[in-house]
């Protein structure tokens, strides 16, 4: 399976400002996928990247919100802009398995962010 | 995507089997099985999937009922560490989204 790496881990901002989420997974992929879990739900996913196109985002989702990046097959970005205290939430980083686990998602450890 | 239910949550025994099941009756011919679980603070981990027979590998086994309206995760062995909650998702694989529900609360006592 492959490995994903999400920085930083946790954070702790202040209203009104952003936060770029890193997702770098140690082998190339050709999907990467951005969700969101806010306290006490499930998961909820934000936008689908593939490298070289625009983010496709789910419905509630908008790309001024969400901006992300997907420069190669090994990185992505997500930030929360503007934030507020509903954006309170843990934000996972998933890919898609290559190979043998081409039908599976695998997911990073999360980052968990608090909006004061 | 299929909507699946399953119970809001369980206790299992530690080394006994835990049975998870799961009901998903409007499955469509080319929708997959999934299992996934979520262990407190961590991301989702994938454990097994299957589209009509039933499936094991080093984790659990995964039992499709023959109509495939419903489905079971057994864990044959139940640790401390296998407490979590355990989603059941039904989709049609790849790069498609991932739906998650409200999955089942598994807490394994001594």
């Known amino acids: 399976s492959a490995v994903i790496s999400q920085k930083p881990s946790r954070d702790i901002c202040q209203r009104g400002t952003s936060l770029t989420i890193q997702c770098q997974v140690d082998s190339q992929v050709t999907m990467m996928f951005w969700y969101r879990q806010q306290p006490g739900q499930s998961l909820t996913l934000i936008a689908t990247?593939?490298?070289?196109?625009?983010?496709?985002?789910e419905s509630g989702f908008v790309i001024d919100k969400f901006p992300i990046s997907r420069p190669n097959l090994t990185f992505s970005t997500l930030t929360v802009s503007n934030m507020s205290p509903e954006d309170s939430s843990i934000y996972l980083c998933?890919?898609?398995?290559?190979?043998?686990?081409?039908?599976?998602?695998?997911f990073g450890a999360g980052t968990r962010l608090s909006v004061l | 995507d299929a909507k699946t239910t399953q119970p809001t949550s369980m206790d299992c025994a530690e080394g006994r089997a835990a049975n998870l099941p799961c009901n998903h009756s409007t499955i469509s011919g080319n929708e997959y099985v999934y299992w996934y679980r979520q262990i407190h603070s961590q991301g989702p981990q994938y454990i097994i999937h299957?589209?009509?027979n039933n499936e094991t590998n080093e984790m659990a086994s995964l039992i499709i009922t023959e109509d495939r309206k419903s489905s079971t995760l057994i864990l044959p062995h139940a640790t401390l560490r296998d407490t979590a909650v355990y989603y059941c998702i039904v989709f049609t694989g790849g790069g498609n989204k991932l739906t998650f529900g409200t999955g089942t609360q598994l807490k394994v006592e001594l």
């Open positions: 998933s890919v898609l398995g290559q190979g043998w686990g081409k039908n599976i998602q695998y």
């Open positions: 990247a593939n490298q070289g196109s625009e983010a496709t985002y």
């Open positions: 299957g589209l009509k």
